[in-house]
């Protein structure tokens, strides 16, 4: 596919990212089914809720722009999943299989964060100035993802800690 411009280079990017996002809800939904612990199956389940709304801002977007997304043959995101059950197959720890599906989740948000960073740059260039306030909010968004995310993961540990703690603890007794 050959590109003239920027704005058909901002088309193509965005269509990528939109794709990227129907992919990652479908992700977020195998991490469900994978996930063993409710908290971390209650918190996918969220993103699964929240993935949605963005593919509408996403799709208010090419509204705004008049334009329709592009089909794209991208295999990042199958890639991934393939990797991540050939991966999580060999990890016999609950307590590591949910550290391990959270860190996955959130290394997806970074990379969208990266794809969401350039294309509000490009809105602006292209003259699109409320595709690029649905874009930063796409951004928070996925800001707000990994931050909590992160805090999960800390609070899986400190309790990890206290637990092995209190076994420590008692046997010293």
Same mark, same amino acid.
Request: aromatic share 6%; charged share 30%.
């Given at each position: ?26 992700i977020f939904q195998e991490l469900i089914r994978l996930a063993e612990d409710p908290d971390i199956k209650e918190a996918l389940e969220s993103r699964v809720f929240l993935e949605n709304q963005i593919l509408g801002s ?19 995101? =199958? !890639? ?7 991966? $999580?197959? %060999? ?6 299989? #949910? /550290? ?23 809105? =602006? !260039? ?7 306030? $649905?874009? %930063? ?6 800001? #707000? /993802? ?28």
């Open positions: 596919m050959e590109i003239k411009n920027p704005k058909e280079l901002f088309v193509l990017m965005l269509s990528d990212l939109r794709q990227h996002e129907e992919r990652m809800t479908k996403l799709d208010q977007c090419f509204k705004l722009i008049g334009e329709k997304p592009m089909k794209l043959t991208g295999r990042l995101h =199958d !890639i991934f999943v393939e990797d991540l059950h050939r991966e $999580l197959d %060999e990890i016999k720890s609950p307590v590591a299989r #949910a /550290f391990y599906i959270l860190a996955k989740a959130k290394h997806l948000a970074h990379f969208h964060m990266g794809e969401y960073s350039v294309l509000i740059a490009m809105a =602006d !260039i292209t003259g699109h100035y409320g595709v690029g306030t $649905l874009l %930063e909010a796409g951004l928070a968004d996925k800001q #707000a /993802f990994v931050e909590r995310t992160r805090r999960r993961i800390r609070n899986m540990i400190e309790s990890r800690i206290e637990e092995a703690a209190a076994v420590g603890g008692r046997s010293e007794k």
